[in-house]
């Protein structure tokens, strides 16, 4: 069985939005099927290894998933998404052989998640645009987990910003020298450099996700680093944020209370390299 997102995805729509369950097919590759969840939620949280239930388990850690096998199962590694638990693993069914499974169930979502050792007052605390001595990169860092070498620190910044005709926010040029190619929790993708199909609105984009939600700055003014975020959304609707690139990403991250919000998707967050991930 040839495993694809679109596969996936058919294969969580069959289970639909509660708790269920599903034997998978004997030709379907568990260790791709693993993958590609991991790819889609970030790391996932082993909840049953060979046979032994880790003790801290409980409905708070998808203890939820393990319901509809009760000790039968063998392996089972859990991801949260937003209000739902997602596993797979292998469990034995009533005949006790053992078979490959993805499971669901219904998660709580926490009102605020503990994001990055429970700082998340602490990150959050400055008012958008309000202090200008904060490192939104740091805390960028810190809320992700990051502690890899910086990924492009030769970035020829200066080629770029003469074929685009402008200087850039230093905090973005050092977003793209820190984290290189890839995604904050896998769906914001962040721009090598910025694109320039909106600049006759004034606009230069520097990410977007699959919602086709695009981040842009409105390039006004000779200093970059008090550009205004802009989020022009899939329905072309533009709203505008007082503060930089960086200190935005951090406040979609963790902030449930943001119109942007990722805060209740994931309960940790992290980013995605592209090219580790190939």
């Known amino acids: ?7 996936v995805n058919d294969l969580l729509a069959q289970l639909g939005p509660g708790d269920g369950y599903t034997y998978l097919p004997n030709d379907l590759n568990l260790q ?3 993958d590609l969840l991991d790819s889609r939620y970030g790391a996932p949280r082993t909840l049953v290894l060979d ?6 388990v409980d409905e708070s850690r998808g203890g939820a998933l393990l319901v509809p096998f009760e000790d039968r ?29 993805l ?6 979502v926490p009102e605020l998640l503990a994001v990055a050792h429970r700082e998340v007052p602490e990150l959050l605390a400055v008012a958008p645009g309000k202090d ?20 492009r620190p030769d970035a020829d910044w200066a080629e770029v910003e003469s074929r685009l005709g402008t200087a850039l926010p230093s905090d973005y040029k050092r977003m793209v020298e820190t984290f290189g190619e890839g995604a904050f929790d896998g769906y914001l993708d962040l721009n090598q450099e ?46 505008s944020f007082d503060c930089t690139a960086a200190e935005f990403v951090c406040r979609i991250l963790i902030d449930p209370h943001h119109p942007f919000t990722m805060a209740g998707y994931f309960d940790t967050h ?3 390299n592209y090219r580790e991930s190939g």
């Open 132 to 151: 200008e001595d904060v490192d939104w990169m740091e805390r960028l860092r810190r809320i992700t987990g990051w502690t890899q070498p910086a990924q």
């Open 32 to 34: 791709d099927l693993t």
């Open 103 to 108: 499971v669901v169930a219904h998660r709580e």
């Open 194 to 239: 910025p694109w320039t199909d909106l600049r006759e609105d004034g606009l230069l984009i520097w990410a977007g996700t699959e919602h086709e939600d695009l981040y842009t700055w409105r390039a006004d003014g000779d200093d970059p680093d008090r550009w205004p975020v802009v989020v022009r959304s899939f329905d072309g609707e533009d709203v």
């Open 1 to 7: 069985m040839e495993l694809t997102q679109g596969t």
């Open 51 to 56: 046979g032994f239930t880790d003790p801290t």
């Open 270 to 272: 992290w980013f995605m």
């Open 73 to 101: 199962a063998v392996t089972i590694r859990a991801w949260a998404y937003g209000n739902q638990w997602v596993g797979t693993g292998t469990a034995r069914d009533p005949e006790g052989d053992e078979r490959s499974v």
